[in-house]
């Protein structure tokens, strides 16, 4: 292997434990309205804190395409869409609605 294909591989790997191990986390983008800046909506975002890369958050250009190659992309969509359910309801527990894209 070259080193492409061994960070590949070791990416792979790291994925499968990071779902098993709950190293995901979403991170909220805000959306403006054109015509007043106020907030529209957000958008949730996956990122993955890697304990394997000193916790870094390892970019999703970097992982998304791996977990794809790898068939976890279906479990990676319910992680992210279980969790961004959750923060929506615990925003709406305070009183906040903001419309989510996910």
């Known amino acids: 292997f070259d080193q492409a294909a061994r960070r590949r591989v070791a990416i792979g790997a790291g994925?499968?434990?990071a779902l098993e191990r709950d190293e995901f986390e979403?991170?909220?983008q805000p959306k403006a309205r054109a015509r007043d800046g106020a907030l529209a909506a957000v958008e949730a975002l996956v990122r993955w804190r890697s304990p394997a890369d000193a916790g870094r958050l390892v970019p999703p250009g970097e992982f998304l395409p791996i977990a794809e190659e790898c068939g976890l992309m279906p479990a990676l969509d319910r992680w992210v869409l279980a969790h961004a359910i959750q923060d929506a309801?615990?925003?709406a527990a305070q009183g906040i609605r903001v419309p989510m894209a996910v």
């Open 15 to 17: 994925l499968r434990r």
């Open 89 to 91: 309801a615990a925003l």
């Open 26 to 28: 979403l991170h909220y």
